[in-house]
């Protein structure tokens, strides 16, 4: 029997469970899991969590995003509630702790106070985020984006994958097309609990990591039009070259940061060539650019440059070029009161916490902007992420839950 | 009726109606064709070919490398034959001439024969080459080149497409894995008929081309291996980013020719980035080089430049770097007398007639080996080949064919 409230701990064991059972859906051969947004594996993904909820009696939503909402009532359910949760889709051929982590260790903390049958001054609420990775359906953080009204529903159910599938389409063929509108509601905090999906952490030796917000993220789309030829009797002087065009200009999104400083990053991550064939010169190239930093000035003159630079490589190799953004995001900067919380609870707790900044984007973004947010991180081991060798240490995920524990607790114990 | 054999003229309009058959088959919107060598396309191209053999009674063989063979008897069937055809085989979304316009134009001289009742000395043999291209299956010119003896069965019966589909399953599956072994037979001739695929023919505003031989051409694929990771949490300086060192090398291949020269040309058409997602590193980049000149000595030394070159950007790059040959075909040079020919038959035609170099690879590089050979050029309108534009005027189509004709029928006659 629990003496005090303070002394509640999560069921590592029961957390360790549920995640490796989250991992066998969508896993790969080398260790990861390929959960795409709105693939037959995040059904399935959906289909056990919205099971998990209903074991513990949770008011399950499905909102016509398909982000999924399970309500736990608190004394007095006029207060707005406490939200935590994080996202199940993964990258391709992602890591098992990118996302899942943040839903799972939020459902061992609601499968702990209701064991231990805590009963809370305000309701909690767990949510899975629709379409986190944006990697199949652009734009990332598509769910929350439109719970939060920063993105427009019609755009994003509009949106359709590279073999032409419609967003709107998969996800009512999965069968989340809630019936309540994606809305945002008053939220008394929010708290995503996730892996920190880089190095900082780890090099530190700290355990839990308390960004004070997201950097800025501006994606693009550049598409490069040249002129399809045959590759040996075309004389090069004659060529109008798409691939060597890209080429120049993921050199230039690769050295930009040396150029810009202050902890910004650019990468080329995705590209296809057309027609892509040994002995034809390509004549359509599309690729994707990431630029990133915590001074967003610094992003918007990035992109300038880079732009400018851009014009000048496709006009010497004679493409037509046109260039689309797909996302923008400002910068986010979490509550300070609860960050501060979270380095209070981990003292308390002791572990040793670091206060940080996330270099990656989270559904928490969109949060910041309407209630009061903040981060729990686990270390990434290698500060790999995204890749199937993605690896967190078991007593550290089991420390950032407890963390989350105590600090959901905290504020749903609020008045 | 004919007064004399120098008179005969082949049928315009039969040509264009066969041509304008084949040219349904595999059709892409944007007026090209898309006729990978052993797709459902490439059979039902080799089925009206076949049907259309048939129709004048020619003995049709088909052997184990599906290479098609039609032959129409001479008054001397111990003579070695005359050989004549290219192939329907096509690159991805290709033009409509590139190998068909050989396949037909040799049909359309063996139908003008039959119909006008003319008796050849010698047997002549049309051909359709199975998978010229090389796109779908590496390498090109496989059919001939076993034929020939210089490519081993075995190998290209387990290359593997992008799908994982195996050339010999696909060869059975189309049904022209044919009983008799591919095998070179001897022979009197060979001629091929061919779109130039470049800009030089049409530039010298003459008709007919006649190419000295075939550049040397040196395919090879590399391979690199980075560390995949998140775009956003992983600083530039950790990185080992295989896009990167792919772009890097790119431009590499692409400056090659200007620092070599000697009408050098070098191109990467294909590339393949994994994972391919906008927030992840690339790990794993695999690209296609081809390299190409008449002066043979430089491809290798521009090569070895070239690989000295990607070993150091790999190595910079923290990349791991794998480099695999695929085709490595020296020079071909043609029959000087057959050549010489052509030159004297388009003359009394009326047709002007240009000798020069191919840039592009042809059935005729391995045949060039075993038996005197020779190419009619037609000429490309924009120099444009290998893309859905890719076009003929009609009456330089029928100009090449009467000069196949007379080519073939002066070779046919001799005793």
Same mark, same amino acid.
């Given at each position: ?16 469970? /549920? ?172 708290? #995503? ?34 002129? /399809? ?66 001074? #967003? ?80 991180? /686990? ?30 607790? /905290? ?5």
């Amino acid at each position: 029997m629990m003496k005090h409230i303070s002394d509640l701990k999560v069921n590592a064991d029961r957390l360790r469970n /549920a995640w490796e059972k989250m991992a066998t859906i969508g896993a790969t051969p080398a260790g990861g899991v390929h959960r795409l947004a709105l693939s037959d594996e995040d059904k399935a993904a959906r289909d056990i969590f919205v099971a998990w909820l209903e074991d513990i009696h949770l008011e399950v939503t499905v909102d016509d995003m398909g982000n999924i909402f399970g309500k736990r009532s608190g004394k007095n359910n006029t207060l707005p509630p406490v939200l935590s949760g994080s996202h199940l889709d993964s990258a391709p051929k992602g890591g098992r702790f990118d996302g899942a982590l943040g839903v799972l260790g939020t459902l061992e903390v609601l499968r702990t106070l209701t064991e231990k049958n805590v009963v809370t001054e305000r309701p909690i609420i767990i949510v899975n985020w629709t379409n986190e990775e944006g990697c199949r359906f652009h734009p990332a953080m598509a769910g929350s984006g439109v719970w939060a009204g920063r993105l427009d529903k019609k755009t994003i159910y509009n949106q359709t994958d590279s073999r032409g599938k419609r967003f709107f389409d998969e996800l009512k063929r999965i069968g989340y097309n809630g019936a309540v509108a994606a809305k945002r509601f008053p939220l008394h905090a929010y708290f #995503e609990y996730h892996i920190e999906q880089g190095p900082v952490l780890e090099n530190s030796g700290k355990v839990i990591g308390v960004p004070r917000g997201i950097v800025g993220v501006l994606w693009k789309n550049v598409f490069l039009k040249g002129l /399809a030829n045959h590759a040996g009797t075309t004389p090069m002087q004659a060529r109008s070259d798409a691939l060597c065009a890209a080429a120049e200009m993921i050199l230039n999104v690769n050295e930009l940061p040396s150029r810009m400083g202050r902890g910004m990053v650019g990468t080329v991550g995705e590209i296809h060539n057309l027609p892509n064939a040994v002995n034809v010169i390509p004549d359509n190239v599309h690729f994707s650019v990431d630029l990133r930093c915590w001074e #967003e000035d610094l992003v918007e003159r990035a992109w300038e440059k880079l732009k400018a630079e851009f014009k000048e490589i496709a006009e010497k190799r004679k493409c037509a070029l046109e260039i689309k953004e797909s996302m923008n995001l400002s910068r986010s900067a979490f509550s300070k009161s609860l960050c501060d919380k979270i380095i209070d609870v981990s003292r308390k707790l002791g572990y040793p916490a670091l206060e940080m900044v996330s270099g990656a984007g989270h559904d928490a973004a969109y949060l910041s902007d309407i209630a009061p947010t903040a981060m729990i991180f /686990a270390p990434s081991i290698g500060g790999q992420s995204h890749v199937e060798s993605e690896n967190t240490k078991w007593e550290d995920c089991e420390a950032g839950t407890n963390v989350l524990l105590h600090c959901v607790l /905290a504020s749903a114990m609020e008045k």
